[in-house]
């Protein structure tokens, strides 16, 4: 079964970044789509972006210009560079690895946007 775990999420002020990453257990390469997504408290979970096998990247409007989503498959990690937080974006991020014949979440990482 595949894994995948997020880590560096955190306590930050507005206006500061924070990298997120998603190191999953198997190679990435043949994975069809890698997401990330945030749930707020109170809130529905939402998709943030994603990066599909070719590289393919795309963003939810919100943070459109702020965060970058990358892949290294040499490491198995999916990278999320997020800038100029705010904080609402402040929630729990998930990320998801989708193939062929499987799809599964992490567990999330607590990423605060506050002063």
């Known amino acids: 079964q595949v894994q995948v775990v997020e880590s560096g999420g955190g306590l930050v002020q507005p206006g500061g970044s924070l990298r997120l990453s998603c190191a999953a257990s198997?190679?990435?390469?043949?994975?069809?789509?890698m997401g990330w997504y945030r749930q707020a408290p109170g809130k529905e979970r939402e998709w943030v972006s994603s990066i599909g096998s070719g590289g393919t990247t795309k963003y939810e409007d919100s943070v459109k210009g702020r965060f970058t989503v990358s892949r290294d498959n040499a490491k198995n990690t999916v990278l999320l560079q997020m800038n100029s937080l705010k904080p609402e974006d402040t929630g729990v991020y998930y990320c998801r690895a989708t193939a062929r014949d499987y799809d599964v979440w992490g567990q999330g990482t607590q990423v605060t946007v506050s002063s």
């Open positions: 198997r190679s990435i390469s043949s994975m069809l789509f």
